[in-house]
Structure formats: C-alpha cells, structure tokens
C-alpha cells in the first residue's frame, strides 16, 4: 500500500500562492476597467487626488471609483492616504498601465480575460465533447486584437520589423507586391501603405468586421495603394514579393496547407515574415516563460480552441519555435532566420525565403 506523506510546511506555502493567484486574477479584472475607463491614464496625470476628484475628472460615477480604487490600493497598485483620504498612481506604475505607455501597457492586456470569461460554457463543453468554440462567440475580439497589436506596429513595425528581412525595406521602396493573411483590422497593412507608396498592399481575413475596420482606416488616410478582402486564406493564390502573417498561423484550421499555398504564391526571392508567439515547443523549455500562464490559457479559451471549433489542427498558441520551424521547411522554405524585436515580448519574427 502506497502511503502520501505531505510535507505541511509545502501545503501551506502553496496555498498560501492560490490565494495569492486569486487575487491577482482579480486585479487583472480591476486593472481592465482601470484601462477601459481611462482611470489610470487620468491618475497617471493627477496629484494625489480624492475619489471624488477622480470621479469628476473621469466623468464616472463616485461609488464605482472609490471601489474600485480599494481594490487597486489593497492590490498594491494606487497608493493610499487616509490623512486626506487620496489616491496616487505611482509614476513607476503608470509606466505599465496607461495608454502613454504604448507597447508597455500591460493593463490593455487584462482585458482579454473578459472576454474569454465569456466563453467558459463553451470551452467547458468542448472539453468533454471535444470541438471547439466559434469566431463568432467572441464579441469585441477584433476590436481587443487591434487595440493590443496596434501599439506594437506603430512603434516598431516599420522601423524594426520589416528591417528583419535583409533589402526588404528598400524593395518596399522601390515598389513590390505584398499579402498581408489574417489582417484583421489591418492596421499593420495601413502603416506599410503609407510608408511604401510605390508598393501595393493586399490583406485578407474571414472576420468581416475586421475588414470593415480596415477598410475604413485606409479610406481616412486616403491610401490609394491598398485593398482588403474578406477571404479564407486556404485561398491564398496569386504572384507577391511579400506575404506576411502576424499572430495567426497557430489560430488557423489548416496551417499546414495556408503555408504550402504561402510558399507557392511567391514570387522568386519573394519572402514570407512570420509574426508569432515567442515559445518553445517544449513544455519542459516553458517553465521560465514570463507569460507562460497567460499564453496556455489563450491558448485553452481561444487560439487552439476556435482551430479546433473548425475541424482543425488546433495547434495552440504554444505551438514554439521548433514545430513553426519544421512546418516551414517542410513546405520549402529552407532559408528562415528567427529574429525579435525590443518592445514586442510576445513574438519572434521568422524570415523565411526559399533558395532557388
Ligand atoms: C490573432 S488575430 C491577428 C490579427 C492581426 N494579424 C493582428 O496582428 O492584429 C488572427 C486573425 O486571423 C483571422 N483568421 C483566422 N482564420 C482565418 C482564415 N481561415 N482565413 C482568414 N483569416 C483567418 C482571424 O479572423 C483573426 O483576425
């Protein structure tokens, strides 16, 4: 007969951790209003202020505030006199919280676990049936997505990210042909028009309300070398110098497939720039990860789950370096290069070429 001993010392430290990942699952709520209300943006500005000065200067009601700003001074975020009854936001904090912050802004984040709050039922669900969970059970992803990703492409996508691929800066220049796959609001397509002139952009997603948004950027910039469809990219055909994907193929039904028609519609010297989860493909490898948690469950609440919500290979947002490499080569590109970019911590860029 098997018996367990425990060890108290480690039962009580370990509980003593689940309270504490129970707090900070609340915060993380907190701090997602905190953003959403533009509370943290207004504090970051104020001097120590009283609820009722931070109500009026946000336009939001007394009593929602003076809570929330308990659960913010008790988690550690506002800081708190009781002399004069007001609230700081540390400058230190607000350097992780406000909209000021662009890709640093970790409180934008927290709102994603709203939304998969959301799908709970669904995801609970699939786990004893299997399947998955629909595109169309996540309201605001689209909108969320943009908001996460724009800060990273405004502040590097140009300067940084495209200057991965050796001459490709200077081709954009000159003028080629590019395919952006799974756009979704198409915010990234939109800064290398206007950047590029010369060059033509094309971007595609299945989300129509994605292209709606994007269609409706390139129309205020008044870009006249960009077009956006909604389509499936099992349909990616045509001849392009550049094809590009950020944070998608993990999410996609058919991975392997998009990949292969990526590579057969390039033209020679053409090149494919990968944007994805920055990860290893090895569990074991994982268990340093600064958001290794957070990409796992992304992973559970959406990326593998609306793969496999269509018959899908349900890869998961964790799907690593390794499996991203063997999935190029094996569709032909036997030329890629990983490389990162500094204020982006969730990816790493993938160059691929095929030798000709
Ligand atoms: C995580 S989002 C990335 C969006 C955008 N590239 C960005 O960086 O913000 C993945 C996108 O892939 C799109 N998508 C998923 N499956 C697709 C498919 N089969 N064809 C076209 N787009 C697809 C989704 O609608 C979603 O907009």
């Known amino acids: 007969m098997t018996t367990h001993t425990t060890n108290p010392a480690k039962q009580e430290e370990f509980a003593g951790r689940m309270v504490q990942v129970l707090n900070d699952a609340c915060l993380g709520h907190l701090c997602s209003l905190g953003h959403r209300a533009r509370l943290f943006d207004t504090m ?3 001097p120590p202020s009283t609820s009722d000065q931070i109500a009026v200067t946000t336009g939001l009601d007394e009593r929602y505030v003076r809570e929330w700003l308990g659960g913010m001074t008790v988690g550690g975020i506002v800081e708190y006199t009781p002399e004069d009854g007001t609230y700081r936001l540390p400058p230190e904090h607000a350097a ?3 909209r000021a912050a662009g890709p640093d802004n970790l409180a934008s984040f927290m709102q994603d676990l709203a939304l998969i709050g959301i799908v709970e039922d669904e995801v609970f669900q699939a786990f ?3 399947g998955g969970v629909p595109y169309s059970s996540y309201p605001r992803f689209q909108e969320l997505q943009a908001e996460e990703t724009a800060r990273v492409y405004d502040a590097a996508l140009i300067d940084a990210v495209i200057p991965l ?3 490709l800066t200077e081709r954009l220049r000159e ?11 198409g915010h990234a397509v939109n800064l290398l028009a206007k950047a590029f002139p010369n060059s033509r952009f094309r971007g595609v997603d299945i989300s ?3 292209i709606a948004a994007a269609r409706r950027e390139a129309e205020g ?3 006249q070398n960009v077009r956006f469809d909604v389509s499936d ?3 990616v055909s045509g001849d392009y110098d550049l094809i590009t994907a950020f944070d998608v193929i993990h999410d996609l039904a058919r991975p392997a497939q998009v990949l292969a028609s990526v590579a057969a519609a390039l033209r020679d010297n053409g090149t494919f720039l990968m944007g994805d989860i920055d990860a290893s493909s090895k569990l074991e490898e994982n268990l340093d990860h600064p958001l290794g948690p957070a990409l796992y469950t992304f992973s559970v609440f959406y990326c593998m789950t609306v793969s496999l919500g269509e018959g899908g290979a349900g890869l998961g947002t964790v799907w690593g370096r390794q499996t991203a490499q063997r999935m190029l080569a094996e569709v032909g590109f036997d030329d890629v290069t990983v490389r990162q970019v500094d204020g982006d911590i969730l990816n790493v860029y993938y160059v691929a070429r095929k030798k000709r």
């Open 44 to 46: 970051a500005g104020l």
């Open 96 to 98: 992780s919280l406000t």
């Open 128 to 130: 004893r049936e299997g």
């Open 165 to 167: 691929a050796p001459g």
């Open 175 to 185: 003028g080629i042909d590019s395919l952006d796959i799974g756009t979704g609001q």
């Open 208 to 210: 129509e309300t994605g």
């Open 221 to 223: 910039l008044g870009l």
């Open 233 to 235: 990219t099992a349909e």
